[in-house]
């Protein structure tokens, strides 16, 4: 499995974010987003793993040898969605046209006043979601995140939006299952990303793309623990100043019988697994793992 | 190797139950060893599993804002006296 996801710039050049939140914030969205053009071709020169990442999963996104324009659009892909991060996290989403797909499922779920698990991934960008949720709509959503890897993210996104700093539950404590478990007994709809492997979290190989990887079990396994639904969602960005939101319902409850408790949950996994996959092939430049995904490379 | 108290034997056994850990005997537990990070070597998804099932069977439920938790999971003895204390069946 791959961790090395964990020392990527990404996660916290806190220089680099310091950049473009002033950018973003004093020289305007359309200085910006031309601004980004060098800062993309910058990053495709110099972070060679990253490009290898990306490569790979280009290669098996597209069904092609990936070319450096591709490579470049990919890098360009993630670095617009930082920028726009700015932009709704100080909550000026006027500028923005935010199709939802599936928003019932959502609606529903708030007006039965269970809580639930609301499981996404780094395949685009979930700040649409979750500023529209928790700063805009008010629904009960908490973020289950790792605040300690990723100081420099969190400090900024503390001084731009505390409504949402305070919707987060820091991963890795001791009391942190139990605040997700009080959380959804009063009816949270708890956010977490399903695709990446934390330092010593249990994993299931999942068929992915061509062949396996793995996946954390955890957001399955804790709403099996708390017998709530599982709703996933994507945000993916769709050029220009669009994004689309999409809601999926996944399992109603997720039952583990104690013998077969391995292979279930391996089951659904997999089944999330699927619809990554899905949306990954329609929206490929959104792919925001690059890394050794599939940890091919020899350590 | 130091024994385990009846009751401690009593939690032990529900820790392997629950947390389905077939290679660990109940009353090989170390009282004093961690459960967590190193020791048994349990994660936070087991520390949720495990205080769901002291809330079933011994009938109150672990509290996120207990200052206690750090010492509460540091051990199976410290476990077991936090039980002991709280338990209401």
Known sequence: MSRQWARLPERGNPLALRSIRWIALHVGRSVGRALLYPITGYFLVSATAARRGSRRFLRRALGREPSWRDLFRHIHCFAAT???????????????????????????????????????????????????????????????????????????????????????????????????????????????????????????????????????????????????????????????????????????????????RQEQLGSWVQRYADRLEHHARLAPYNWFNFYDYWAEESP | MEALTPFELEVARLLVETLHLEEIKPEDIAPEEPLFGEGLGLDSIDALELALAISKTYGFQLRSDDKENRLVFASLRALSQHIERQRTR
């Open chain 1, 82 to 260: 930082i920028l726009d991060r700015v932009y709704f996290l100080t909550g000026r989403l006027e500028r923005f046209e935010i199709e939802i797909f599936g928003g019932q499922t959502i609606l529903d779920q708030v007006a039965s006043g269970r809580g639930c698990i609301l499981l996404g991934s780094h395949l685009g960008s979930f700040e649409a979601l979750r500023t529209i949720g928790v700063t805009v709509r008010h629904l009960p959503i908490k973020i289950l995140m790792n605040v300690e890897h990723n100081r420099a993210m969190t400090r900024l996104l503390d001084a731009l939006n505390p409504e949402l700093a305070r919707a987060i539950i820091p991963i890795g404590r001791p009391e942190t299952l139990l605040q997700v478990q009080e959380s959804v007994q009063r009816g949270y709809m708890i956010g977490a990303l399903g695709d990446r492997v934390a330092q010593g979290e249990k994993t299931v190989r999942c068929r992915f793309f061509d062949r396996e990887t793995a996946f954390p079990i955890g957001p399955i396994l804790l709403a099996a623990l708390m017998e709530c639904p599982v709703i996933l969602f994507f945000g993916l960005y769709r050029g220009g100043n669009r994004y689309d939101v999409h809601f999926e319902h996944l399992a109603e409850r997720v039952a583990l019988e104690p013998r077969r």
